[in-house]
Structure formats: structure tokens, C-alpha cells
């Protein structure tokens, strides 16, 4: 999702700012984003739980000179298949939790003086998994669970900053995959068909809250 939202942005003239762990997966996205020729596109290699990576990254935005939107989509699904939580490997499960929630809350203390100074934008990518109780997802679940009440909070300490906790629902990708090993998942939708409705959350701006794709998608 990451891709096609930043496709979508820099299609829009936005300047953005990307990252990713594997380095040749990341080139070849800020190829694909840099042939819009609108925006432009930098690409930095690296895991948001590495504390040296996140100032890399705090240093390419200050070059910019502003922000508007920060996204927090980066994430770590745990052991697949998924272990119950009376099984669960707790190193995986402190891993898990580093990327997903500490990690996220590390980049927005960082970037929160820009975002205040622009009235900017915070997403955090969250997931039903944080709501619902479904066996074998106590890890993953637990930490979108987590980073939901730190943005719910968040968003009341922040009142110059619109915070939203994004639930985009399923989708057909690396992760979802990881999570049905050996499944078809090939009726999932793609992550592009969700962006709209992203978008959509970010031309309205609402007051800070929890929003799902499918309730935003045909609503004018």
C-alpha cells in the first residue's frame, strides 16, 4: 500500500519520502515513482525500528523543508505460520511490537515539530486484528491494537495535528500472504483499489479518529 499511495501523491505533485528494507525493491519503486515526473522521490534503505535509519529519514524530510503527511505503514506480521499466544515466541513477539508500535511513535516525536509548525497529518496503518479477537493473531493483533490507543491518545495531546488510525482491511500482499501460507489469497483486493479511500480521508479532513476503507469508499 505504501507504493500506490506514494504513486498517488507524487502523481499529485507531492514531494515525498520513502523507505523500505530491501534495497532493491526500494529502487526499483522510486524508478517507477520518479517516471510521473511531478513530485519527486527519495528512497531511503533501511528498518524504522533502527534508530539510525529514522534520523536518516528526519534528515532527508528537514531538506524538504516542511511536512504535511507523515504515514506509518511499515510493519511486521511475526512468525508464520502464527503461532496461539500460549506458544508464541516472546523475542518475535518484542520484535513484532519494536516495529510496530515503537518504532512509530519514535518517528513522530521526531517529526512532531514539523507537524505541528504545518498542521500536518499523522496515518497510522492499523488493521481489524486490533479489534477482534482472532485466533493466532494475539501478536500482530496486539501491537495494531497498541498503536490504535497511542494514536487515540495522541490525537487528544495534538490538537494542531490531525491524527488517523487508517484500517484499510484486507488486502493481497507479501504480508497477507505470509499470514495464509499456502492459501489462494488471489480474491483479496489489490492495495491500489484502497488509496482512494485514503485519499479521500486526507481531502476531507475530518477530525482525528479511527476511519476503514470500506466506510469511506463511495462516500462523497
Not at 45 to 50: E, K, Q
Not at 75 to 86: D, E, F, K
Amino acid at each position: 500500500m505504501g507504493l500506490a499511495l506514494a504513486t498517488s501523491l507524487v502523481r499529485d505533485g507531492w514531494d515525498v519520502v520513502i523507505d523500505g528494507r530491501d534495497r532493491a525493491v526500494l529502487d526499483e519503486a522510486v524508478s517507477q515513482l520518479r517516471t510521473e515526473q511531478r513530485g519527486s522521490v527519495v528512497g531511503i534503505v533501511g528498518d524504522v525500528a533502527d534508530p539510525a535509519h529514522r534520523a536518516t529519514l528526519v534528515a532527508a524530510i528537514d531538506r524538504l523543508g516542511r511536512l504535511d503527511l507523515l504515514v506509518n505503514n511499515a510493519s511486521v506480521l511475526g512468525p508464520s505460520p502464527q503461532p496461539t499466544l500460549a506458544d508464541y515466541p516472546l523475542a518475535e513477539l518484542e520484535h513484532v511490537l519494536a516495529v510496530n508500535v515503537v518504532a512509530p511513535l519514535a518517528l513522530i516525536q521526531a517529526t512532531l515539530p514539523m507537524l505541528r509548525k504545518d498542521h500536518g497529518t499523522i496515518v497510522d496503518v492499523t488493521s481489524d486484528a486490533a479489534v477482534e479477537g482472532y485466533a493466532g493473531w494475539g501478536g500482530y493483533g496486539s501491537s495494531k491494537a497498541a498503536l490504535e490507543q497511542l494514536s487515540n491518545v495522541l490525537a487528544a495531546e495534538e490538537p494542531d495535528v490531525h491524527v488517523y488510525w487508517f484500517d484499510p482491511g484486507d488486502m493481497r500482499t507479501e504480508m497477507h500472504q505470509a499470514a495464509f501460507p499456502g492459501e489462494d489469497i488471489s480474491d483479496r483486493p489489490l492495495p491500489e483499489t484502497v488509496v482512494p479511500a485514503l485519499r479521500q480521508l486526507l481531502d476531507r479532513a475530518p477530525s482525528s479518529g479511527r476511519f476503514r476503507a470500506s466506510e469511506l469508499q463511495g462516500v462523497a
